[in-house]
């Protein structure tokens, strides 16, 4: 994996301290999404400490004893409404080992992984970086191990809009696929929502 290993963000506060570790994320540039950039900086020690979700800090230990973060991402545990109608029969008798169909609403109402945060850190050297594809097999690394111990088979997230973007998450490497949409609150920017089952 590059080198490259996943570390729990409270493992890394015990590890190295509040300073160093605030240090450390304050190093996270993502130009392209400042969503990301902003959480990574600014909230993301804080939703830890909370139990809202758990970043993970993809790092590499240089041969100085430097780390050096290379990417994130952002796991939680969330609900979420799939419609019936947005979803090939595939995917609905998948979801039916997880969920039942709600006949009124005509919806699923999952229980489900969520990929809240999703980034590369743009200002390491790029013999530091880490692909979009590894960042997410570790990504998937974690979840599994979860998985393991608590249950569950599906994970979602919410992207832009973006081809480069849905091109990634579609890829035959990541096999996302989108089952609808949503628009936020804060900012009333359109989000499409795609899942994948392991």
Same mark, same amino acid.
């Given at each position: 994996?590059?080198?490259?290993?996943?570390?729990?963000? !409270?493992?890394?506060?015990?590890?190295?301290? #509040? #300073?160093e &570790?605030?240090?450390?994320?304050?190093?996270? @540039?993502?130009?392209?999404n400042? #969503?990301? $950039?902003?959480?990574?900086?600014?909230?993301?020690?804080?939703?830890?400490?909370?139990? &809202?979700?758990?970043?993970? &800090?993809?790092?590499?230990?240089?041969?100085?004893? =430097?780390?050096?973060?290379?990417?994130?991402?952002?796991l939680?545990?969330?609900?979420v409404?799939?419609?019936?109608?947005?979803?090939?029969?595939?995917?609905?008798?998948?979801l039916? %080992?997880?969920?039942?169909?709600?006949?009124?609403?005509? =919806?699923?109402?999952? @229980?489900?992984?969520?990929?809240?945060?999703?980034? =590369?850190n743009?200002?390491?050297? $790029? #013999?530091?970086?880490? @692909?979009?594809? $590894? *960042?997410?097999? &570790?990504?998937?690394?974690? *979840? =599994?191990h979860? !998985?393991?111990?608590?249950?569950?088979?599906?994970?979602?997230?919410?992207?832009?809009?973006? $081809?480069?973007? *849905?091109?990634?998450? !579609?890829?035959?490497?990541? %096999?996302?696929?989108?089952?609808?949409?949503?628009? @936020?609150?804060?900012?009333?920017?359109?989000?499409? !929502? *795609?899942?994948?089952?392991?």
């Open positions: 994996m590059n080198g490259c290993i996943a570390v729990n963000i !409270q493992d890394m506060l015990k590890a190295i301290g #509040e #300073e &570790l605030l240090d450390l994320l304050s190093d996270f @540039s993502c130009p392209l400042q #969503e990301v $950039e902003d959480f990574v900086r600014n909230k993301s020690l804080d939703f830890a400490k909370k139990k &809202l979700c758990v970043t993970y &800090l993809v790092i590499r230990k240089l041969g100085n004893g =430097k780390t050096v973060l290379s990417g994130i991402f952002t939680a545990h969330k609900a409404e799939v419609s019936n109608t947005n979803i090939s029969g595939v995917v609905r008798r998948k039916s %080992r997880y969920a039942r169909l709600d006949e009124e609403s005509d =919806k699923y109402n999952v @229980s489900a992984f969520l990929i809240a945060q999703f980034g =590369k743009n200002n390491v050297l $790029e #013999e530091y970086s880490i @692909s979009g594809n $590894e *960042l997410m097999d &570790l990504t998937f690394g974690i *979840l =599994k979860v !998985q393991y111990y608590v249950g569950g088979g599906m994970v979602y997230l919410d992207c832009e809009d973006i $081809e480069k973007i *849905l091109n990634f998450y !579609q890829s035959d490497n990541n %096999r996302f696929r989108i089952f609808g949409e949503r628009i @936020s609150e804060v900012d009333q920017k359109r989000y499409l !929502q *795609l899942l994948k089952f392991f």
